[in-house]
């Protein structure tokens, strides 16, 4: 069996903060229709598209074009806001989520790159199994 590629800290977090981008586009797009903001198909067509890029995005966060992409993406979410001005709010607020899980992912990548420089025996084992739970009663 191979085994899976370890993935980086940065790449699972920035991952989950864009699945969520892309779960509130959803909710977006519905209230940009239900205010009739933007013609209907221009709605759910342009909301679509940029669920597909956030998608796509995803995948491509183990490269440095992945990240760079969902920055731009940030500023996309927020400049929605002209079409309602309370995305700017959700737009700022998903923003500084991306910002604080970029700066904390890379703290804790570092922090395990440094480690395992320093603790070669640690790169590449499985962790220790926990033991088993004691069977029987008491003696």
Not at 2 to 30: D, G, K, P, W
Not at 48 to 67: E, H, K, Q, S
Not at 88 to 102: D, E, M, Q, S
Request: hydrophobic share 55%; with cysteine.
């Amino acid at each position: 069996m191979t085994q899976r590629r370890q993935r980086s800290t940065t790449e699972s977090l920035l991952s989950i903060v864009l699945l969520l981008e892309a779960i509130l586009l959803f909710f977006v797009v519905l209230v940009l229709f239900g205010l009739k903001t933007v013609a209907p198909a221009l709605a759910f067509g342009g909301g679509a598209a940029f669920v597909v890029v956030i998608l796509v995005t995803i995948l491509l966060l183990r490269w440095p074009i992945g990240v760079a992409i969902g920055w731009v993406i940030q500023a996309g979410l927020i400049a929605l806001g002209v079409l309602n001005p309370l995305i700017y709010l959700v737009g700022a607020g998903f923003a500084a989520f991306w910002i604080w899980c970029f700066v904390r992912a890379r703290q804790i990548d570092r922090g395990r790159r440094e480690y395992l420089a320093a603790h070669p025996e640690a790169a590449g084992t499985p962790a220790p199994e926990s033991p088993d739970p004691p069977r029987g009663g008491t003696t």
